[in-house]
């Protein structure tokens, strides 16, 4: 039966649509879609931070030349525009030169340039630099997510720890200096490495400024948890140490997307003998994104007081990453590891880093590409679950140096 047209809607000489023809389009409402809805939120965001950073860009640069008709354009590029000039620090966050500012600001990005712990392809102490210059390329707003990091947070750039090339001890102690610092005032610390070897002294440095427990996700290839490699702590063996301290167990470090044929069977006999969890990409892609974060959130979370997430960038198919030290084929497609990555730091993380980004052997840029999307995800995640800050609550060690 035909409904008949509602009043007013004829006008002449137009007539309704043939019931026959609508069947014809698909049956679905377009505007409850997430493409409309993210349409849709991004009204509700405010613009008061673009608008001040604008004005400061004009102090800052002076007024631009007459001929503009755009009047927020400044002679010297300052601030996020264009995306081609300037300084680049991550994302053209301000740099906080007297790192005891650090505490002003949610999180703070920290650069870890160091490659000492590498034992195949060397070039990671490179990776700050280069994920620094890609990152100019974003804006701080995300469709999906509704969310702008600018006008919803503050970020910082803290710039990079002073990490000693030929000795792998005394960078670690300046590591776990540098990050805990920045975790003792309060900013989220955000590490761009450097080699996987960073892991133990970054998590080190959190460790050190709280009695809690804390938990470890880790996305990799590589099982990373023997004791030595070539006779030292290499990047081979971050979690063998970090599972030694007295608040990171073990049985709170969950291992996504291990597998191929580079895990070294010393780290497989060790996860066995401390009962680490591993999911392989086989695994993964059984139980589905949704299902593998919520087994990684209740295994990290067990009786722990916050999560760390270690994300490598090698835990990618090495197609989509052919910068990073050990490239292995057959690892996570960038959409599907971003979204388990946003659902693991939806519950609000304690720190992350990214690396082995090798900008000498990457290709345009997409390696260091990559690594700047894992830290906006992860940032935007928190922003859009109110759970940036949750971190705050388990530091009751602060240091001062
Ligand atoms: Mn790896």
């Known amino acids: 039966m035909r409904d008949a047209p509602a009043k007013g809607h004829r006008r002449a000489g137009v007539a309704p649509a043939p019931e026959r023809a609508r069947r014809h389009h698909p ?106 210059r890609i990152s100019a390329l974003y804006t701080p707003y995300n469709y999906e997510l509704g969310v702008d990091l600018r006008e919803q947070m503050t970020l910082c750039d803290a710039g990079d720890v002073f990490t000693i090339p030929a000795n792998l001890e005394k960078s670690f102690d300046q590591i776990t200096r540098g990050v805990s610092h920045v975790a003792s005032s309060g900013a989220l610390p955000i590490m761009i490495g450097g080699d996987h070897s960073i892991g133990f002294p970054c998590v080190r440095g959190i460790a050190d400024v709280t009695s809690k427990r ?44 291990i597998g191929g044929w580079q895990v070294p069977r010393y780290g497989v006999q060790e996860a066995r003998k401390r009962g680490t969890n591993v999911l392989t990409i086989d695994d993964i892609e059984k139980i589905g994104l949704e299902k593998t974060a919520e087994i990684a959130l ?62 000498p052997y990457d290709t345009s840029d997409i390696t260091a590409l990559f690594a700047t999307r894992v830290i906006v995800e992860a940032l935007g995640s928190m922003v859009a679950h109110g759970t940036l800050g949750k971190h705050k609550a388990i530091i009751d060690k602060p240091v001062t140096f």
């Open 298 to 359: 209740e295994l990290a979370w067990k009786d722990a007081d916050a999560v760390y997430v270690s994300f490598d960038v090698d835990s990618v198919d090495c197609g989509f990453v052919p910068g990073t030290g050990w490239p292995e084929p057959g690892g996570f497609l960038p959409r599907e590891v971003l979204k388990l990555l946003g659902l693991v730091t939806a519950p609000g993380i304690c720190g992350l880093e990214v690396v082995e980004v090798s900008p």
């Open 27 to 132: 049956n679905f409402a377009i505007k409850e879609m997430q493409g409309w809805k993210a349409v849709e939120k991004e009204g509700t965001i405010s613009e008061d931070g673009w608008r001040a950073e604008q004005k400061w860009a004009l102090e800052m640069g002076l007024p631009g030349a007459d001929i503009l008709t755009d009047k927020s354009i400044p002679t010297f590029a300052r601030g996020e525009l264009p995306h081609f000039a300037g300084i680049n620090t991550f994302l053209k966050a301000p740099y906080v030169e007297n790192v005891r500012d650090v505490g002003k600001y949610d999180a703070a990005v920290v650069g870890i340039p160091f490659d000492s712990g590498t034992t195949y392809r060397p070039g990671t102490r490179f990776g700050p630099q280069g994920v620094r």
């Open 214 to 257: 804390i938990g470890i996700i880790h996305f990799d290839r590589h099982i990373d948890i023997q004791e030595k490699d070539l006779d030292e702590r290499m990047h081979t063996t971050p979690w063998y140490w970090a599972t030694n301290l007295p608040n990171v167990s073990a049985t709170n470090l969950v291992q996504l997307g």
